[in-house]
């Protein structure tokens, strides 16, 4: 066994933490410094009643949310499940990824996956089953089970250490040939989000981008999503609800919003809709809210139903992520 082999390490975030991954257990949970999150709440029992000011029972639960992904899901080991058409989060990233693959919006994704780092898949069932309850991966290295099932699910691996890097992912793409990729990125990766631009422009090819996991990111980094981003999720940063809210063209939920940026952006999300033409035919010079708590025009996304108001940027929700110190949100 080389060192390649047996070296096995995986580090995400989640719930403000630092995680680490290594041989399929949860070895080491840095200090949370959020309270509160609806949506870990809603998806992860052991979140109910814990107090904010606790945090051993904040890192007990996020312990727990791991674990569960690893038990349930073969996150991090051989067992992991690819495949998936199940909508987890109605305003999740992989299930409009896979609505755009189905519907032929866009050709290609280029996401991440622990075990195999960046990779292109052009099946809906792939990007769901990669993406459903999956946090942001900031280190992987390679695990051969995952990368054999990916592979043999027709997935482009473009690292075989598992690197990550979602611009070498998109040039990838564009020269297997496909012709509309969309990508995620990391908040933290917001400089990248410039090179795609350029890569779309010198190459004639659409590129939307789709930051993700935008947690305690700085000012800059917001900048950057805010010039280069078609969709941005606004997860625990309220610098990005206050500095890119007032600027989107629309507004996806209001307790953990999702802001579209561009009609590159609103095209994208038109496809995850049963209502495609009624979106693409919105006024891009108005703002719009999605949400299940406004009456207005009824859509549907996904398999659940929303409606469609025009609203003054950002929305906000009595139900939104804290923090146990409004100065502990900023992390490079």
């Known amino acids: 066994m080389d060192s390649m082999d047996r070296r096995d390490i995986h580090v995400l975030k989640y719930f403000s933490s630092f995680v680490s991954v290594s041989c399929g257990k949860v070895i080491n949970i840095?200090?949370?410094?959020?309270?509160?999150?609806?949506?870990?709440?809603?998806?992860?029992?052991?979140?109910s009643g814990v107090r904010g000011n606790d945090k051993k029972a904040i890192k007990n639960a996020i312990k727990s949310a791991i674990e569960s992904k690893i038990k349930n899901y073969g996150f991090f080991t051989d067992e992991r499940k690819i495949s998936?058409?199940?909508?987890?989060?109605?305003?999740?990233?992989?299930?409009?990824?896979?609505?755009?693959?189905?519907?032929?919006?866009?050709?290609a994704a280029v996401v991440v996956c622990e075990g195999a780092g960046t990779i292109i898949t052009d099946t809906p069932e792939v990007v769901q089953g990669i993406g459903a309850r999956m946090n942001s991966l900031l280190l992987t290295s390679p695990i051969k089970g995952i990368i054999k099932k990916l592979k043999a699910a027709g997935c482009q691996i473009i690292f075989e250490n598992a690197f990550i890097d979602q611009p070498l992912g998109v040039k990838e793409a564009m020269e297997i040939g496909y012709k509309t990729i969309?990508?995620?990125?990391?908040?933290?990766?917001?400089?990248?989000?410039?090179?795609?631009?350029?890569?779309?422009?010198?190459?004639?090819?659409?590129?939307?981008?789709?930051?993700?996991?935008?947690?305690?990111?700085?000012k800059d980094k917001i900048a950057l999503i805010r010039d280069y981003a078609d969709l941005v999720w606004s997860c625990a940063s309220f610098d990005v609800r206050r500095t890119i809210g007032p600027l989107a063209k629309c507004q996806l939920s209001k307790q953990i919003p999702v802001f579209v940026l561009t009609k590159k952006g609103m095209d994208f999300v038109s496809a995850y809709a049963d209502e495609s033409e009624l979106i693409k035919s919105?006024?891009?010079?108005?703002?719009?809210?999605?949400?299940?708590?406004?009456s207005g025009q009824c859509v549907h996304l996904g398999?659940?139903?929303?409606?469609?108001?025009?609203?003054?940027?950002?929305?906000?929700?009595?139900?939104?992520?804290?923090?146990?110190d409004k100065n502990e949100q900023v992390c490079v």
């Open 30 to 47: 840095t200090e949370p410094t959020l309270t509160f999150c609806p949506l870990a709440k809603h998806l992860y029992k052991d979140f």
């Open 84 to 107: 998936c058409t199940d909508v987890s989060i109605p305003y999740g990233a992989s299930e409009m990824l896979s609505f755009a693959l189905r519907k032929k919006a866009i050709d």
């Open 182 to 218: 969309a990508v995620t990125i990391s908040g933290r990766s917001a400089k990248n989000l410039e090179i795609l631009r350029l890569l779309g422009k010198e190459n004639g090819v659409k590129i939307i981008s789709l930051v993700v996991c935008t947690t305690g990111i700085t």
């Open 282 to 294: 919105l006024d891009t010079r108005k703002q719009y809210l999605f949400s299940n708590e406004f």
């Open 303 to 324: 398999n659940f139903k929303t409606f469609i108001s025009e609203y003054r940027l950002p929305v906000s929700s009595r139900k939104v992520p804290s923090f146990k």
